[in-house]
């Protein structure tokens, strides 16, 4: 029930959620017990097959393989930006070079449900900063296909894009760049 409402209202935050767990397992625990046995292995495998086949499932390999191209071509006046669901996982794989200059681009506020407890500060900007501008870097941007960066600066434009599996990697510039 909470699952839903926090659909409307985010009731079902990190910061309830942790102080809920506890409780919850005592509580589904003294429900189970409640229910005859064979409804209560059937409901126990609903949960735990799909649970566990999401969990040993690699999720975003595809993101991974762009990290040597960024790696390689990320420069001190380029910005690499992407969309909120691939940036941890190019902060955690990209070398020193493109960690540096990674940040989530968005025109607003993200999603609530998106935890940004682990982006450092800084992480989250709303436009190319002006010294990527001035210095006419590229603007190298990690999402899903079809899916431009939120803003960019007048005069860019798309110079090339690399796909693989689900996710591309375009790379933006100033014209004449």
Avoid: K
């Amino acid at each position: 029930m909470l699952a839903v409402v926090s659909i409307w209202r985010p009731i079902l935050d990190a910061r309830y959620a942790s102080v809920m767990w506890l409780p919850l397992f005592a509580l589904v625990g003294a429900g189970l017990a409640a229910m005859p046995r064979r409804l209560a292995v059937l409901l126990v495998t609903a949960v735990a097959v799909p649970a566990l086949a999401l969990s040993a499932a690699t999720t975003h390999m595809q993101t991974s393989s762009l990290v040597p191209e960024l790696d390689a071509e990320v420069g001190a006046h380029d910005l690499a930006a992407a969309s909120w669901d691939r940036y941890l996982i190019l902060l955690d794989e990209a070398g020193p070079g493109v960690q540096a200059r990674l940040h989530v681009l968005t025109e607003g506020d993200l999603p609530w449900y998106v935890g940004t407890a682990a982006y450092p500060p800084g992480a989250v900007i709303h436009a190319v900063p002006p010294d990527v501008i001035a210095n006419r870097g590229r603007v190298f941007w990690v999402s899903d296909p079809g899916v431009a960066p939120p803003s960019l600066p007048a005069g860019y434009h798309s110079l090339e894009s690399r796909c693989v599996i689900l996710v591309c990697l375009t790379i933006y510039g100033p014209a004449g760049g």
